[in-house]
T-cell receptor, first 111, second 114 residues
Framework: DAKTTQPTSMDCAEGRAANLPCNHSTISGNEYVYWYRQIHSQGPQYIIHGLKNNETNEMASLIITEDRKSSTLILPHATLRDTAVYYCIVRPIQGAQKLVFGQGTRLTINP | DTAVSQTPKYLVTQMGNDKSIKCEQNLGHDTMYWYKQDSKKFLKIMFSYNNKELIINETVPNRFSPKSPDKAHLNLHINSLELGDSAVYFC?????????????FGPGTRLTVL
């Protein structure tokens, strides 16, 4: 079972920042937080991951709370192509590297 | 160039048949995976191979048999297909098992069992 909870759906206006929350209250110290997204009919796509510190790459920023029990994925300037299902996943640093997907958040970017 | 490719993209077959789905990655990765996405859109891991060795085998019926002829290929053979096998199957690869590396997914194979 997934160790994360996310809102089922969210809407965001094009050009605005999309902030997607995720709760992972049972996360342990040796687990990463990963974000993937799945655009309709495509394979999941990696976005970003982090352990304790906030992270930023060309796609998004990841803000992890100090207690690590929740995180927020930020798409700074959402476009229509960002419409997708976004998955927040907790994953061990070591060991078998399977991804356990939950229901994800269906993000719709509106023009 | 396609990083992770799967063939076929669509597969329609009758119950009871045997079919295979092929996956190839040209990323030089050590580890490959098969995931299944059912009609409710839940994605679940089925198998994982690291350097041709099986390392993850979730609760999957024996009718499903993965085969890795080399570390760039992981094929999925399914015997005696059932209606419930209808789903989208995704292959993925990652550079190293045991570390926090991202997985790269293929485009998926939509299997329909009639």
């Amino acid at each position: 079972d997934a160790k994360t909870t996310q809102p089922t759906s969210m809407d965001c206006a094009e050009g605005r920042a999309a902030n997607l929350p995720c709760n992972h209250s049972t996360i342990s110290g040796n687990e990463y937080v990963y974000w993937y997204r799945q655009i309709h009919s495509q394979g999941p796509q990696y976005i970003i991951h982090g352990l304790k510190n906030n992270e930023t790459n060309e796609m998004a920023s990841l803000i992890i709370t100090e207690d690590r029990k929740s995180s927020t994925l930020i798409l700074p300037h959402a476009t229509l192509r960002d419409t997708a299902v976004y998955y927040c996943i907790v994953r061990p640093i070591q060991g078998a590297q399977k991804l356990v997907f939950g229901q994800g958040t269906r993000l719709t970017i509106n023009p | 160039d396609t990083a992770v490719s799967q063939t076929p993209k669509y597969l329609v077959t009758q119950m009871g048949n045997d079919k295979s789905i092929k996956c190839e990655q040209n990323l030089g990765h050590d580890t490959m995976y098969w995931y299944k996405q059912d009609s409710k859109k839940f994605l679940k891991i089925m198998f994982s191979y690291n350097n041709k060795e099986l390392i993850i085998n979730e609760t999957v019926p024996n009718r499903f048999s993965p085969k890795s002829p080399d570390k760039a290929h992981l094929n999925l053979h399914i015997n005696s297909l059932e209606l419930g096998d209808s789903a989208v199957y995704f292959c993925a690869s990652s550079p190293f098992s045991g570390r926090g590396h991202e997985q790269f997914f293929g485009p998926g194979t939509r299997l329909t069992v009639l």
